[in-house]
């Protein structure tokens, strides 16, 4: 009986863990769509074209999102040298490593540059993600955004935390 209820418990947790990170994606998802909106390339594309970097499930929520908008194509790329096609660059923690080489190949190109790490935004990255208190945060680099010649909007900067 105590067996039952302790694999019971564990299955109920795994679930809401589970429900949680799926949750938190779609979360994720849907502020990279606002990035776009909020943010003024010099060229004003009428397609944002957003390439998520390896697999995330990120990567999954935002194409069953670009699927009902037109304005909005989502693509899996592998490395650094596929962020040339992109506006908007999403790089998962498990690709962070590769901080460096995505800044390099993206140097002055309007490319915004956004990670699930916060920690990385200074050390290329425009906007970052972070978690306080169980809610959905980031950071915003505006100094890097501007420096590609895009331009963030007062309220993109009012509701993330600007460094």
């Not at 809401?16 to 003024?40: C, D, H, M, P, T």
């Not at 915004?112 to 935004?121: A, D, I, M, Q, Y």
């Not at 680099?141 to 309220?155: A, D, F, R």
Request: include cysteine.
């Amino acid at each position: 009986m105590k067996t039952r209820k302790t694999l019971f418990i564990i299955c109920f947790l795994s679930i809401v863990s589970l429900s949680a990170s799926a949750q938190e994606s779609k979360f994720k998802a849907l502020f990279i769509y606002k990035f776009a909106e909020y943010i003024e390339w010099p060229s004003s594309p009428s397609k944002i074209v957003v390439g998520v970097a390896g697999k995330s499930d990120v990567f999954n929520q935002l194409s069953t999102f670009a699927a009902s908008k037109d304005n909005l194509e989502v693509k899996n790329i592998s490395s650094a040298s596929d962020s040339k096609s992109c506006n908007i660059i999403f790089l998962p923690n498990a690709q962070s490593g590769q901080l460096n080489s995505y800044v390099s190949t993206i140097n002055g190109n309007s490319i915004l540059l956004v990670t699930e790490n916060s920690k990385l935004v200074p050390q290329g990255a425009d906007i970052g993600f972070y978690l306080e208190q169980g809610k959905l945060r980031f950071l915003i680099n505006k100094g890097s955004i501007e420096s590609k010649k895009m331009v963030p909007s007062s309220k993109l900067l009012a509701l993330g935390k600007a460094i």
